[in-house]
């Protein structure tokens, strides 16, 4: 009876073995002796990279059989395998593993990445993972650590000098404000020019705010959308230069992409990191001023006598020591099927400004999971930011305290005006202190207008997302995504009783904006990989999305009536209030597809096309866009069997795509905006013929590695032209209509981008990375307004050159010929022969504000970004060097500041006896009243070299090992860090890559801007 019953038995684990063989997908068949083989046990795990992120479709085989499985998601797998057998590990980009199973039945497997080109691997357009090897475009990638090393609570001004073929400018608002990022030159004539921003494969909402574009405005600007993200929460930034490697974002795409990666959680142990990094800020560049000559009595300039001592008065002293203080916390856990990262990050910073504060606070979860034996994954996730500014100043005359400060007469002691309020028995309670009056600059004591005049905004913004895909075979899937973005902004501007009467009445005023963005994003996407034969192989991704955008903004403010400083809408003027309201609601919806055929692993071809339905193209002839790219690669080493020590990898590519910008909103439909409760009678003739702005594209490069890839070079040529640029010119009265749109222009861009790098050691110990980009662009405007005439109304119109706005002084203009960018200014008085004309009589030059010349343009010829980081134990070195090489700015300050006799070129002309014109001595005191007169002086004379060299950056890490604290702590790191420590060359009386504008006009202007903060700080993080 026991035989039986253990034959019985021994046949239902051969059935049960047959039938597991047949079913599971991952079998083998057995080809050795079947009385030798043991029963395989199944073996699950994880598959990470060095930073625990996991790796999804990585390939998992039993040495020496044909069974095998790949990752799913948060890098999970299963598989058959015996104690006695080897699982061979692989995923493009990373170094081939292989590890013994023994008796474990989980796994946890650890893939270093490869730095050769072969094997690394980017993230593109759509969050799509493609191999550099088989890239037809350029496409630059930052990991995470690199954004981290010095932080700035704008995580894009850490790119400057890192990538290459990107001009990126910080805001003058100081911490916490907008950048300007420019990817190969300037394209269009009226629309936007900067990047767009996508994280995790979705576009973010233009949260762009309006910008100084004048000599007044500049107080109370905020930060941009991108400037709420987390920097710890970045995997990865990928930065898409050209046209072909956007094309995908469609009429999103003209201007280039930052695609950013956001953390996921990793399987296995639970991992904590707690992170510091507290910076210390203070003036970078600042004007020169004097202190040797004084000023006469009851007189604002300091044109007086030489001082007996030299005055203690320095204007730096107003500026305070700025900080920010950044704190992390993130956690990172999960099993094989279920993974979760949670963050939460705060920024308490004040600016060297007194009362200019920022503090944010980030929250952020994602969860990935797997179910149905990994077929189907969810990504789910939300992030919130909460940000209060307060006090943020670009610029300008209006509330800059800054003007009073510089100027502030040297004869005087500015203690007397720090106590910047006096009880006014009068009014009963305290009012601004300040006898100098506005001297026609709206000045007031700079005191008060920080302590009493509050611009404040507060943020809350919510990201929530999710992803499901279905795995339907193994190299077939769906994808479905989608994202609600959703921004609100109230916006309060409180002016205290006996702010100047320009601004508020005695007893004061108060205006409030709420501003609300909403988008909402989703798309699906059908992806095919698949080796079609020996040779072929097929890479393919179609899909549709659709982005949903509404926009809504509610203001409502005035002059306070009855009771001084209550700042209630119950207590403004209802009769003289001011109330805009303001909405609109976008739409586009687009399919797409995008396709790579490789050769052998040798050469490759790319296409893809997308068609955009965009809402403002309703009522127009063009019902969508579409937008081709198509390019060619090939691996010459590979065709040519190249196998040199010296030479590692030749690769050569090319591409063409058209992209471009939507036109812009309401254009084909008349309006009639209500001003004052009446409507506007006349408006623009409805642009029913009107056609997109197009964008068309070539780049060729070369990657090139050396020395078994320790040296590597990629160097790309591009060449672009934008057509149907959109004009507004005015109608005649007597046509029925104010203006009219149409299609015209034509501007060229074309230039090199390069990056070079270093990857090895030295004298075997010392580890050495090291990476100089290059960035070359030149721009031209081919074509304006040609001669056009409107078939509605029979007018003519023509334009070979356009003023985009100025100060009175400098301008910027677009002339048939010239560049985007280009800064014409006015001069003083010649002659016949080219002299200066001076007065006979008053000894003193004569301004011509009436005549322009072209002083240069403001952006630069070159851009070179020069970084290293060296480690040794546990001991980690980095810095960065920035160089922008060519271009002009004008001071403006500078000028006004010779005006008022404050700046050192005025002492040392008085010390000299007067400035020398025509080869004779004038007098200084008129000579300046003329050049640093009206409201923006002689911009000729003030015109300076924006030529730039600066460390950027600089870090000293040492990292504790884990056994000092037996293994209990993973790590901990100590970290002294900097920005903009030191300038090595720079003529110009302010930072040339400070900006008031991050948009394309009003550039290379100082108008008092806040000077650009050098910070000085240290760091810490604890891994457990």
Known sequence: ?????????????????????????????????????????????????????????????????????????????????????VLVVSYVGYTT??????????????????????????????????????????????????????????????????????????????????????????????????????????????????????????????????????????????????????????????????????????????????????????????????????SDPQSYSSWGAKLDQPSSYDPKDFFQTGTNTTNTISLSTGTNNNQTYLSAGAVNAKGIIPNNKLTRYNFSVRNTSSFLDDKISLDLGLIYVNATEQNMLAQGQYFNPLIPVYLFPRGDDI??????????????????????????????????????????????????????????????????????????????????????????????????????????????????????????????????????????????????????????????????????????????????????????????????????????????????????????SGVVSDLLKLRSPVLSFVKVRGSYSEVGNAPQRFVSIATYPIIGGFPVTSSYLPATSLQPERTKSYEAGINLRFLRNKINLDVTAYKSSTFNQLFNPALAPSTGYSSFYVNAGQVDNKGIEAALGFNGKIAGILDWNSGLTFTLNRNKIIQLLSSYTDKNTLQTVSADSLSMGGTGSYMMALVKGGSIGDIYVTSLKT??????????????????????????????????????????????????????????????????????????????????????VNGYKIPSDSYYAVTGGGVAGVGSLYTYSATNVRLGEASLSYTFPASLFQDKIKSISLSAIGRNLFMFYNKAPFDPESTANTGTYYQGIDYFMQPSLRSIGFGASVQF
């Open 1 to 85: 009876m026991k035989m039986i019953v253990l034959l019985l038995a021994m046949g239902t684990l051969n059935m049960g073995v047959g039938v597991h063989a047949a079913t599971n997908p991952t079998h083998e068949t057995w080809k050795g002796n079947p009385h030798q083989r043991r029963i395989p046990a199944r073996i699950g795990g994880t598959v990470a990279n060095g930073e625990g992120q996991p790796l999804e479709g990585a390939t998992i085989q039993v040495k020496g059989t044909n069974r095998s499985t790949t990752s799913g998601s948060g890098g999970v797998f299963s598989i058959d395998a015996e104690p006695a057998q």
């Open 97 to 294: 593993r292989e590890e013994p199973v023994g008796n474990r039945t989980e796994l946890r497997i650890v893939l270093s990445l490869q730095v050769g080109e072969a094997e690394q691997v980017v993230v593109t357009a759509l969050g799509i993972a493609r191999r550099s090897k088989a890239l037809t475009y350029n496409v630059q990638e930052l990991k995470g650590e690199e954004v981290n090393r010095v932080k700035d609570a704008n995580f894009v001004n850490s790119l400057a000098g890192k990538v290459a073929g990107v001009t990126i400018n910080s805001s003058s608002s100081g911490i916490g404000g907008s950048s300007r990022v420019v990817m190969r030159g300037a394209k269009s004539l009226f629309g936007n020019n900067n990047a767009l921003y996508v994280v995790d494969g979705v576009p973010l909402p233009n949260l762009n705010t309006t910008q100084p574009s004048d000599v007044f405005q500049g107080a109370g600007v905020t930060g941009d959308g991108i400037s709420n993200i987390n920097p710890e929460d970045i995997a990865s930034v990928s930065v898409l230069t050209g046209p072909a490697a956007a094309a995908l974002y469609g009429s999103q795409a003209a201007n280039g992409v930052v695609l950013v990666t956001t953390k996921k959680g990793a399987a296995g142990k639970l991992s904590l990191n707690v992170t510091n990094q507290t910076s210390f800020f203070s003036p970078f560049v600042m004007p020169q001023f004097q202190n040797t000559y004084g």
């Open 415 to 632: 203690e007397r005006y720090k106590l910047y309020e006096r009880y006014n028995v009068a009014r009963n309670f305290k009012t601004q202190f300040w006898p100098f009056g506005d001297q026609g600059f709206q000045m007031q004591n700079p005191y008060w207008i920080t302590n009493r005049d509050i611009f404040e905004n507060k943020k809350d913004r919510y990201l929530v997302s999710s992803a499901v895909k279905y795995a339907i075979t193994d190299w077939l899937n769906i994808t479905g995504r989608a994202r609600l973005d959703k921004n609100s902004t109230v916006g309060e501007k409180r002016y205290a009783a006996s702010t100047s009467g320009l601004f508020a009445s005695a007893a004061g005023a108060y205006y409030k904006t709420i501003t609300t963005t909403s988008q909402l994003y989703s798309d699906v996407l059908l992806t095919a990989s698949k080796n079609i034969n020996q040779d072929l192989s097929l890479n393919a991704t179609v899909g549709a999305s659709i982005l949903d955008t509404k926009y809504n903004l509610d203001s409502y403010g005035g002059n306070l009536l009855s009771v001084p400083n209550l700042f209630s809408f119950a207590n403004v003027n209802s009769a003289l209030a001011t109330a805009t309201q303001d909405a609109y609601h976008d739409q586009t919806q687009a399919v797409f597809a995008t396709a790579q055929l490789g050769y052998r692993n040798m050469i490759f071809l790319d296409a893809t096309g997308r068609s955009d339905w965009s809402s403002a193209l309703v009522n127009t002839t063009a019902k969508s866009i579409f937008y081709p790219s198509i390019g060619l």
């Open 831 to 916: 002659d016949e022969h080219g002299l200066i004309n001076v007065g006979l009589q008053t000894q003193t030059v004569i301004a011509d504000p009436n005549t322009y010349i072209k002083a240069g343009n403001s952006n630069p010829r070159y851009n070179i970004g020069f970084r290293n980081a060296f480690s040794w134990n546990n001991f980690g070195l980095a810095f960065l060097l920035n160089a922008r090489i060519g271009g002009v700015g004008v001071s403006v300050t500078q000028a006004i500041m010779d005006r008022f006799g404050v700046s050192a070129t005025t002492a040392q002309a008085r010390d000299a006896g007067g400035v020398i």
